[in-house]
């Protein structure tokens, strides 16, 4: 029982002034003479105390009216368990971030410690769930059925283990909210809290979060938790276009200068590559280290730059691409002095580091073919697959009967016949943007005027083609062409290097120009070896395995062995770069994006002045709604009614006896 107006129990205490009465000894009420007295003075009456009480029954009869009638302006009422103030029923969703950023020993800790302070604050009827989040949300404990159980909560709080991806702050929170509207409709809550725990690291996501409306009935509440340590981060920038290089970048985000920062290079646990240098405050460096320094290591290598205090992104992984030679597919006449093959044969030895050089087809597809002459349709076919998964092709027009042959394999309408020279001819209006002449983009290397062509095929070509022109003979006859056919790319020349056509192959830009062939097999290699951890984030079903064989299930950075049905690869799997960075969001930039947060520095308040709100609502809303006050009110009034017929008879009496 409760009272809506208990002060006025203090009236109770007016028990005692029936009790008093009764013990006092009242004088005579009729007085008679007698003679003998006369002479007496008079002495005032003293009123002495019974030794015992009289009129007991009556005295109760007043003490109970008196209760009654201050129970009754109490106003009294009874809390039933279904209006109990614990049963106010407030959802909370824990959203803990468990992203890269996170993995440090002192901000792990203070994480685990925010979020059990605010399990300590929920109320048994309350709601909770507990999600944790980096680029993807994660269910970690769901929403309580029944009586809301704290230590199962900071248990699962307690093994909470952070990740090594990018975290995603604005998708965690949309996702949140949309789950958190769904059990408040559920359980028909009026409100509902996100407690959120974060470094708050801008990932520069925030324009998700303009883009929905948040809900009016769901408050944010943001615990930031980060380190206090300086930080210098290295990060892997990826090898250069030619590959001969590792890039790296160094970044010290910190206040003050840091001195002799060392980077190193290791592989098979040996240093194999150093660096020292300084770096100012909120500066970063280049540093690229040139491969051809390093030894090979088909297990890839290690960078490392020392000392920092912030050692989750102090360390990166690379792998270089294994230099296999490439593998080209020679069509045409066999090798005779002076032809076609007899060059390439020149060029390419057997036992070449380079490259293997066929006249066979072999399993696989090769990485350049050579086209010297007609060919059969079923071959026309075979080598234009070959193109589309990525292999180059060059077809060098040696005779006019090749229209059939040219339109079927490029899909393109030509019409080839032998050109017109009185002389030669020689290269004009080279593209040199293609990758095939880049090498030549040097003032020192773009004279072509030293190689003359005494023989070439006129191309007359429709007008909608989707052809590229990278040369051109004097005469503005097409020289060399390009045609982009899936991943891969055919090269048509109207010429060729045979000693009859020309003289590329006795020219020093022989070499070159060859090589720019065979390194364009790379550039359609779809063999990824470097990786962020975001990019692919389901490592684990991809046949991962460590240097021993042993499936990874866990994938965090460092070398692995990607193991497929064609063959097995090296990868190296490094940090997301965000992961390192030491700019934070502000709250107030959330609050912009249209969320209901509510400030740091009133969270502890904001739960208990929550329920004590509730609390005082429903006790008064119960309190009215009762009608017990009426009762003892009335109980008041029987007790007075008895009180008054009791007393009159006893007064009645009391005269009778005493007359």
């Known amino acids: 029982m409760s009272f809506l107006a208990a002060t006025f129990l203090v009236g109770t205490l007016a028990v005692a002034a029936p009790f008093y009465v009764h013990m006092i000894r009242r004088s005579p009420s009729e007085h008679f003479s007698f003679s003998t007295l006369r002479f007496l003075e008079p002495s005032p009456e003293t009123v002495s105390s019974r030794s015992r009480l009289q009129h007991i029954f009556l005295m ?47 901000i792990q800790q203070k994480l685990k410690q925010q979020v059990k302070e605010r399990i300590d604050l929920l109320h048994p009827e309350d709601k909770a769930a507990i999600y944790t989040f980096d680029k993807h949300l994660t269910l970690k404990k769901d929403f309580n059925e029944t009586i809301l159980k704290p230590a199962e909560l900071k248990a699962t709080t307690e093994s909470l ?17 949309e789950k958190l509207l769904r059990v408040m409709d559920e359980k028909k809550l009026p409100k509902a809290d996100i407690e959120l725990f974060t470094d708050l690291q801008d990932d520069g996501e925030l324009e998700k979060l303009k883009q929905i409306s948040w809900p009016e009935n769901i408050n944010l509440i943001i615990h930031h938790t980060s380190s206090e340590q300086s930080n ?30 060392k980077l190193s290079v290791t592989a098979k646990n040996k240093e194999v590559y150093q660096a020292t240098f300084n770096l100012p405050a909120n500066q970063e460096t280049l540093i690229n280290v040139n491969l051809a320094e390093l030894p090979d ?24 691409p294994e230099n296999k030679p490439k593998k080209i597919y020679y069509i045409g006449p066999n090798a005779a002095p002076g032809n076609t093959l007899f060059y390439l044969s020149q060029l390419f030895p057997e036992g070449n580091p380079l490259a293997r050089l066929t006249t066979k087809q072999s399993r696989g597809k090769p990485d350049l073919i050579i086209i010297d002459g007609k060919i ?11 193109i589309q998964k990525g292999a180059t092709a060059l077809l060098l027009l040696n005779d006019a009967k090749q229209t059939e042959q040219l339109n079927t394999l490029t899909n393109q309408q030509f019409t080839v016949s032998d050109g017109t020279v009185k002389d030669y001819q020689m290269l004009s209006s080279i593209d040199y943007d293609h990758w095939l002449f880049q090498s030549f983009i040097d003032p020192l290397y773009k004279d072509f005027s030293s190689i003359y062509f005494w023989k070439y095929r006129h191309l007359e070509v429709a007008q909608n083609n989707e052809l590229r022109f990278l040369a051109k003979f004097e005469n503005r006859s097409p020289a060399v062409m390009s045609k982009t056919l899936g991943k891969g790319e055919i090269i048509i020349m109207s010429s060729s290097w045979h000693k009859e056509d020309s003289q590329l192959a006795v020219n020093a830009k022989f070499v070159p120009f060859m090589l720019s062939l065979l390194n364009a097999a790379s550039r359609h290699d779809s063999t990824q070896q470097n ?64 969320v209901n947060t509510v400030k740091s520095s009133k969270l502890a308040e904001h739960m208990k002045e929550r329920h004590n709100n509730e609390e005082m609502t429903q006790e008064l809303t119960t309190a009215k709604k009762s009608n017990l006050w009426q009762y003892f009110l009335i109980g008041a009034l029987i007790f007075i009614a008895i009180e008054s017929i009791v007393g009159h008879f006893t007064h009645k009496r009391m005269t009778l006896n005493e007359s």
């Open 297 to 320: 290591s088909k297990n890839g290598y290690t960078a490392t730059i020392t000392p920092d205090k912030h050692n989750i992104d102090n360390q990166v992984y690379f792998v270089t």
């Open 531 to 594: 990786f962020d951890i975001a990019d692919l984030p389901h490592f684990s079903k991809m046949g991962l395995t460590d240097s021993k064989g042993l499936a990874i299930k866990d994938v965090k950075p460092g070398i692995y062995q990607l193991n497929s049905a064609e063959n097995k690869t090296t990868i190296a799997i490094n940090l997301s770069a965000q992961e390192s960075s030491t700019k934070q969001l502000n709250e107030q930039v959330i609050t912009a994006s249209g």
């Open 376 to 386: 059969s349709t079923t071959t026309n076919s075979l080598l234009r697959s070959y």
């Open 60 to 106: 109760l009869l007043r003490m109970l009216a008196i209760i009654l009638l201050c129970m009754a302006f109490a106003r009294p009422y009874f809390i039933s368990q279904e209006m109990s103030p614990g049963s106010s029923n407030i959802a909370v969703l824990f959203l803990v971030d468990q992203s890269a950023s996170m993995n440090q020993a002192q």
């Open 232 to 261: 210098c981060a290295l990060h892997f920038n990826g090898l250069s276009k030619d590959k001969s290089k590792a890039l790296f970048k160094v970044s010290n985000q910190s206040e003050i200068q840091v001195n002799n920062l």
């Open 161 to 177: 283990k952070p990740g090594w991806n990018k975290s995603d702050i604005s998708q965690a929170l949309i996702e949140a909210s």
